[in-house]
């Protein structure tokens, strides 16, 4: 799906997905990443929601946003207590939904000028 969206100047924003890739500002990406309005991460180490690890949510935390999106890959679902203990120790506050669901979301609170980052899985075809 391609997405139609204001694109504020020098920042970051989804400009489309699908079952294979997300794109930012136009670049395709085929990995999981992480994602805010000033910064891309590419090759994030999951590469499907099981392969989701403590450490992988440590570095999200370490991108210091009040606010994560985890897009968990085709579908939501949620990691266990213990994987959040960075995210939950900094008080950052984490809304976990499908990717799809997380690159529009990112989007909409990337337009409004709030400090959010997106943690987004693309599950790899084996």
Same mark, same amino acid.
């Given at each position: *799906?391609?997405?139609?969206?204001?694109?504020?100047?020098? #920042?970051?924003?989804?400009?489309?997905?699908?079952?294979?890739?997300?794109?930012?500002?136009?670049?395709?990406?085929?990995?999981?990443?992480?994602?805010?309005? =000033?910064? #891309?991460?590419?090759?994030?180490?999951?590469?499907?929601?099981?392969?989701?690890? /403590?450490?992988?949510?440590? =570095?999200?935390?370490?991108?210091?946003?009040?606010?994560?999106? #985890?897009?968990?890959?085709?579908? =939501?679902?949620?990691?266990?207590?213990?994987? *959040?203990?960075?995210?939950?120790?900094?008080?950052?506050?984490?809304?976990?939904?499908?990717?799809?669901?997380?690159?529009?979301?990112?989007?909409? #609170? *990337?337009? /409004?000028?709030?400090?959010?980052?997106?943690?987004?899985?693309?599950?790899?075809?084996?």
């Amino acid at each position: *799906m391609k997405l139609h969206s204001p694109v504020t100047d020098g #920042l970051l924003s989804i400009t489309a997905y699908d079952a294979e890739h997300i794109a930012v500002n136009g670049h395709r990406l085929t990995k999981s990443f992480l994602l805010t309005p =000033q910064r #891309l991460i590419e090759n994030w180490p999951p590469a499907a929601f099981d392969n989701l690890t /403590e450490a992988d949510l440590r =570095q999200v935390a370490e991108l210091n946003c009040p606010i994560v999106l #985890l897009g968990t890959g085709p579908r =939501q679902r949620f990691p266990a207590p213990a994987l *959040m203990r960075a995210l939950i120790e900094r008080r950052i506050g984490v809304e976990v939904m499908d990717s799809y669901a997380a690159c529009r979301t990112y989007n909409v #609170l *990337m337009a /409004e000028g709030r400090e959010v980052a997106a943690a987004l899985i693309i599950e790899c075809a084996s």
